[in-house]
C-alpha cells in the first residue's frame, strides 16, 4: 500500500513538474514569435487604516496598470492575466 502512495506521488509531481514545463516553453515560443505574451490589467490600490474603535478606514489610491504574462502559471516575476484580471482591488495595510 505505501508503495502504491508513493509512486502515485511521484506520478503526480512529474505531471506538475511536465505541465510547467510545457508551460514556459508555450510562453518563450510566443516571446520570440511576439504573439502577445504579455498583457496590462488596471489594479486598483487601496490603503487599510485600522482605527482606535476596532473598525477600519478605507483610503483608495489612485489606478495604475500592471503588466502580467499569458500564461497558465507565473513566469519571470510576472502574475498570471487570468489571475490578475479577477483581483483587481489590491489592499495595502498600514
Known amino acids: 500500500m ?25 510562453l518563450d515560443y510566443r516571446v520570440l514569435r511576439n504573439l502577445a505574451p504579455y498583457g496590462a490589467v488596471t489594479v486598483r490600490y487601496y490603503y487599510q487604516v485600522p482605527e482606535k474603535n476596532n473598525r477600519t478606514e478605507y483610503a483608495f489610491a489612485s489606478a495604475q496598470s500592471e503588466n502580467c504574462v499569458n500564461a497558465l502559471f507565473p513566469h519571470r516575476g510576472l502574475e498570471t492575466c487570468w489571475y490578475a ?10
Open 85 to 94: 484580471r479577477r483581483h483587481t482591488d489590491r489592499p495595502i495595510k498600514i
Open 2 to 26: 505505501k508503495k502504491i502512495v508513493i509512486r502515485a506521488l511521484a506520478g503526480i509531481v512529474a505531471a506538475a513538474l511536465i505541465v510547467y514545463a510545457a508551460d514556459y516553453a508555450v
